[in-house]
T-cell receptor
């Protein structure tokens, strides 16, 4: 069974700053995907970015990028030029089998004006 | 596009009552699943289905039943509600069970059991 650990329950940064959310995971699978989901106060789950384990290049989506270190089983999310709308819960998730996603416990990110 | 639709949005039950949480998707997705979200616990998988007529248990299946008679619908049944089932429930679907297939989530149902 796989586990996903997010060690930062809450983070707070000023608007326009860069922030990095950490995520580590444990698995015996060789092929898998990693995801970051955003959950704003509306409760909606929004896919931010995903990374395939076999791809060495780090995924990027506009202001969001990841630092994927496969050997260290680390998958951090970097948010550049943070905006007030980035305030949300962020969940790291792992998918390695047919069942579904394994989620971390989440990081509550607060962007201060 | 409706995407994944969950009903109801909110529900209050008394201990021992039964109810069904509805989930429907209009994207012709083969894979559907149910998660529960509790404070400080992230989301945990309850049950999932890789196609019509096929269901399987996730991490926390006790107290819940599912069926998948059509591709579009995947209801979650609580036969005898308990306070420990107070949670926010999410239905999610993807085109297939392939790892790359991203999950699309419904907007959740907040259930309170008193």
């Amino acid at each position: 069974a796989q586990t996903v650990t997010q060690s930062q329950p809450e983070m707070s940064v000023q608007e326009a700053e860069t922030v990095t959310l950490s995520c580590t995971y444990d698995t015996s699978e060789n092929n898998y995907y990693l995801f970051w989901y955003k959950q704003p106060p509306s409760r909606q789950m929004i896919l931010v970015i995903r990374q395939e384990a076999y791809k060495q290049q780090n995924a990027t989506e506009n202001r969001f990028s990841v630092n994927f270190q496969k050997a260290a089983k680390s998958f951090s999310l970097k948010i550049s030029d943070s905006q007030l709308g980035d305030t949300a819960m962020y969940f790291c998730a792992f998918r390695g089998g047919a069942d579904g996603l394994t989620f971390g416990k989440g990081t509550h990110l607060i962007i201060q004006p | 596009n409706a995407g994944v639709t969950q009903t109801p949005k909110f529900q209050v039950l008394k201990t021992g009552q039964s109810m069904t949480l509805q989930c429907a998707q209009d994207m012709n997705h083969e894979y559907m699943s149910w998660y529960r979200q509790d404070p400080g616990m992230g989301l945990r998988l309850i049950h999932y289905s890789v196609g019509a007529g096929i269901t399987d248990q996730g991490e926390v299946p006790n107290g819940y039943n599912v069926s998948r008679s059509t591709t579009e619908d995947f209801p979650l049944r609580l036969l005898s509600a308990a306070p420990s089932q107070t949670s926010v429930y999410f239905c999610a679907s993807s085109l297939s069970q392939l790892l790359a297939s991203p999950l699309h989530f419904g907007n959740g149902t907040r259930l309170t059991v008193t």
